[in-house]
């Protein structure tokens, strides 16, 4: 069974651009979130998607937007992109059962996001 | 809402030393605990998880937690650990979705450093 996959693994963008960072969750899962890891600031939640829609939100500008396919694959945006923004970026998917939270979040490898 | 602490930030020991890693949380409702395991240059990994039932749980490669609900503790264990141990370690309550999984809020990670 194919993991978590994030693609790309690793990009380098200017000030003022945007990006998109792509996750394609395990094969099932129809739940996915984003994290946004830093050395100072440690693991963060950013959102969650779910059947398409944006379920939960974490403390994020608004520069930080996401979306999921009807395929479960989600990608995550950042427009005009700040310094601030280089982080490892962590996509998780899971399932889930019936009205039981009863699963966990596989993650993926991440995007490394470098802003120059 | 939820919050959680990782009580040691970095910790060293020998090869067949004892470990025991203190988190607390916040107390938020529903409460589904996990360690997650961050090797050097891999993806996060589940270490183990609680979500109800006997209060001390095992994971994978020996590793153990205990679950005590009057301290808001979920402390990991490993009675000898290897060198290969080395890695961050992270604790992660999970506040559950309403209709989705739910967020998993981050500790700042313990980083495990073990000598052979």
């Known amino acids: 069974k194919a993991g978590v996959t994030q693609t790309p693994r690793y990009l380098i963008k200017t000030r003022g651009q945007q990006v998109t960072l792509s996750c394609s969750p395990i094969s099932g899962h129809r739940s996915v979130s984003w994290y946004q890891q830093t050395p100072g600031q440690g693991l963060q939640f950013l959102f969650e998607?779910?059947?398409?829609?944006?379920?939960n939100k974490g403390n994020f500008p608004g520069r930080f937007s996401g979306r999921q396919f009807s395929n479960s694959r989600s990608e995550m945006n950042v427009s005009t992109l700040e310094l601030g923004d280089s982080a490892l970026y962590l996509c998780a998917s899971s399932s889930r059962e019936s009205d039981r939270v009863n699963t966990e979040a596989f993650f993926g490898q991440g995007t490394r996001l470098t802003v120059v | 809402a939820q919050s959680v602490s990782q009580h040691n930030h970095h910790v060293i020991l020998s090869e067949a030393a004892s470990l025991e890693l203190g988190c607390n949380y916040s107390?938020?409702?529903?409460?589904?605990l996990f360690w997650y395991v961050q090797y050097p240059g891999q993806h996060l990994q589940l270490l183990l998880k609680y979500f109800s039932g006997d209060p001390l749980v095992k994971g994978i490669k020996g590793f153990e937690a205990e679950f005590i609900k009057s301290k808001f503790s979920f402390n990991l264990r490993k009675p000898s650990v290897q060198w290969s141990d080395t890695a961050e370690y992270f604790c992660?309550?999970?506040?559950?979705?309403?209709?989705?999984?739910?967020?998993?809020?981050f500790g700042q990670g313990t980083i495990l450093t073990v000598h052979p």
């Open positions: 107390y938020g409702g529903t409460v589904n």
């Open positions: 992660a309550p999970l506040t559950p979705g309403g209709t989705s999984y739910g967020k998993l809020t």
């Open positions: 998607y779910f059947s398409e829609t944006q379920r």
